[in-house]
């Protein structure tokens, strides 16, 4: 019996699509027929997503690239806005996240806010890797690629817990932002941010009050 699998593939890049689709129709099984639109930007993905609800033929996966230029709106500025926004309008549909990015904030972030069925970094895969996260996420998700995986192990086992606020901390200093500046970013007091520090350097045994060796210890850790 043939089995009906509507698809939105949604990334900015022509050529990364092409590769996607070829893997997916040449990867299938004899009895899966795959229907593939294809979105290059926010504002499609939507206008697809929306008709799909309205004609009651909701997609069954979508491939979301993080990395996507921000809605007409303005009010989708990434493609963790449209996965987010997916998981709202089409609840059956499998997401299977593809980013280039590999740092663990965004790692985490990605998947307590989508929980995805499918997260692969984009240097992690191959075309057989692809396949198989394709086949797993129809019929037994979820399926991490390496980094993902490698992330989530060091995380479980390290048994130093780090709440979100504090997360953010580490990853805006690893992207250089200053003490000074870090506020406006988290709506808490400077006063607060310090505390905060003070206690992310006891976390980690950091005593120099360097900014440098709390992210070290950090990322040893798998927390930036």
Do not use: W
């Not at 490698?150 to 953010?168: A, E, L, P, Y």
């Not at 005593?207 to 950090?218: C, F, K, P, S, V």
């Amino acid at each position: 019996m043939t089995e009906n699998i509507k698809i939105l593939m949604i990334d900015d890049h022509p050529m990364i699509i092409e590769g996607y689709q070829n893997t997916l129709l040449f990867t299938k099984k004899d009895e899966q027929e795959l229907k593939i639109d294809i979105a290059n930007n926010c504002d499609e993905a939507i206008t697809y997503m929306n008709k799909s609800v309205q004609n009651k033929i909701p997609y069954d996966v979508l491939f979301v690239d993080i990395s996507l230029p921000p809605s007409a709106d303005g009010v989708m500025s990434s493609g963790e806005d449209l996965a987010e926004y997916a998981r709202k309008v089409l609840p059956e549909a499998k997401i299977i996240i593809l980013t280039m990015f590999n740092e663990s904030f965004r790692i985490h972030n990605i998947i307590k806010t989508i929980d995805p069925e499918g997260f692969l970094i984009k240097s992690d895969l191959t075309s057989s890797e692809l396949a198989s996260a394709f086949q797993a996420v129809l019929y037994n998700p979820p399926f991490y690629s390496g980094t993902v995986n490698n992330h989530i192990r060091k995380v479980i086992t390290s048994d130093i817990f780090v709440d979100d606020k504090n997360r953010k901390i580490l990853h805006l200093l690893s992207q250089g932002v200053k003490t000074k500046n870090l506020a406006s970013h988290l709506d808490i007091s400077l006063s607060a941010i310090e505390k905060r520090k003070k206690h992310l350097r006891d976390i980690f045994e950091v005593y120099d009050g360097q900014d440098e060796t709390l992210l070290n210890e950090a990322r040893k850790k798998g927390f930036v």
